[in-house]
């Protein structure tokens, strides 16, 4: 089979990509003609080892650009619609599956309208919401909570919502608009892989009411040791970017209220106010993966306060694993891997009053022991593996590239 990979860059500069990047590396040891469209390098050194064949348009990060080459080709590349669609033909029909992982950041529109067009089947992997959003989170970043308008609805397009200013909100719309009209994006794709029942839910009305919708778990390249002792750690832990979005100043002020310590790992733009804010609290800075384990050894919970929807954060599955529970937001889509006192606790969303209860629920130490137990026992009885992630891949792309067999027939 031919798989053409499609993200916006080569390397893992974040879950989606090093999603991308993995899956490809492991298809093409499996024997499949692995092709990697990206825009940004270096590539990654996995990628670079591999037979995967790498396509790379050169093309820079939409943030790292000029305001005036924002609304021109941060709106639309042609040299990369070209060069994706010289890739594209050159593969045979009937047996070539085009994989979408990121394309916002760099790639553009006119990348997505190359796929869309070739003829070949367009599989999604949604691991957020900027198939149908503007801001790619359906997140009120004025009114600082989740956003239930219709995208691009009068309400949406009225609306600043951004995180800068309303002409940003406004080129951003005008992404999407693109996407619809240059791509038929996204009612074109006909098979979405989904995370989490949660983004199944927000993003399926956007999309044709043939789309097949497929719950694939990302891989995990985990290697099983011991359980965790949570029950006799003592610190709470927060992992992820340091953005308000992502809740880590409901993290802190929760903490302070249950009067537990707290150790924050990760960077961005909040970092600087939030050690401020929370001197208490401590913060560690990024961690590499060795390092996020690490931590996780030493934690008695990890907590996840996001203020968005989130898609399924890899490292709650990580945690689970090693046997440290999880506090988590019952609006996001993680909850659907934490059982409530099973595995870990759910919250009331954006409530700190809600979180440091759960969080002094902790003190009870046969409690802890045992949502630790659950955890591990319940991740190691089927664990996410590369194997079972590449298998459940490649019975998506068989029914994605019979649907269009179908779709030709029918014509």
Request: proline share 4%; net charge neutral; hydrophobic share 45%.
């Amino acid at each position: 089979m031919n798989i053409v990979i499609v993200c916006d860059w080569a390397y893992a500069g974040g879950g989606a990509e090093k999603v991308a990047v993995d899956s490809a590396v492991a298809l093409s040891r499996l024997g499949h003609s692995v092709h990697f469209i990206a825009a940004v390098g270096p590539p990654a050194t996995e990628l670079l080892n591999s037979a995967v064949v790498l396509h790379l348009t050169g093309q820079q990060e939409l943030r790292n650009k000029a305001p005036l080459d924002l609304v021109t080709s941060g709106l639309w590349s042609t040299h990369s619609r070209k060069m994706t669609a010289e890739v594209l033909v050159a593969l045979p029909a009937g047996d070539t599956v085009i994989h979408l992982h990121a394309w916002q950041r760099a790639l553009t529109a006119s990348t997505v309208q190359a796929c869309t067009r070739s003829g070949h089947p367009v599989v999604l992997t949604a691991h957020e919401y900027g198939a149908a959003c503007p801001n790619q989170g359906f997140f009120d970043y004025q009114r600082r909570e989740i956003c239930e308008r219709k995208a691009l609805g009068w309400d949406c397009l009225t609306t600043h919502c951004d995180t800068r200013s309303y002409a940003h909100k406004v080129w951003r719309t005008g992404r999407i608009v693109l996407q619809r009209l240059s791509a038929s994006f996204p009612t074109a794709v006909k098979d979405v892989i989904y995370l989490s029942e949660l983004s199944r839910q927000v993003l399926a009305p956007y999309f044709s009411t043939d789309a097949r919708w497929h719950a694939v778990r990302n891989a995990m390249s985990l290697v099983q040791g011991p359980r965790v002792a949570s029950e006799s750690n003592g610190h709470l832990l927060f992992v992820g970017r340091l953005s308000f979005e992502k809740g880590a100043d409901i993290f802190c002020r929760a903490a302070a209220l249950a009067d537990v310590s707290a150790v924050i790992v990760g960077d961005g733009p909040a970092a600087a106010e939030l050690r401020q804010q929370f001197p208490a609290a401590r913060f560690t800075g990024w961690c590499d993966a060795d390092g996020v384990r690490a931590q996780l050894q030493h934690a008695r919970a990890l907590v996840l306060p996001s203020r968005w929807y989130e898609g399924q954060p890899l490292v709650v599955q990580e945690a689970l694993s090693m046997g440290v529970p999880v506090l988590v937001s019952d609006r996001t889509g993680a909850r659907e891997v934490v059982d409530h006192r099973e595995t870990g606790l759910h919250f009331r969303h954006m409530d700190e009053v809600a979180l440091a209860e759960a969080m002094q629920a902790l003190a009870d130490f046969k409690l802890v022991r045992a949502m630790s137990e659950q955890a591990y026992i319940r991740y190691w009885r089927n664990p996410q593996t590369m194997a079972s992630h590449c298998d459940e891949l490649v019975t998506v792309y068989r029914q994605a590239l019979a649907g269009v067999g179908q779709r030709r027939v029918a014509a």
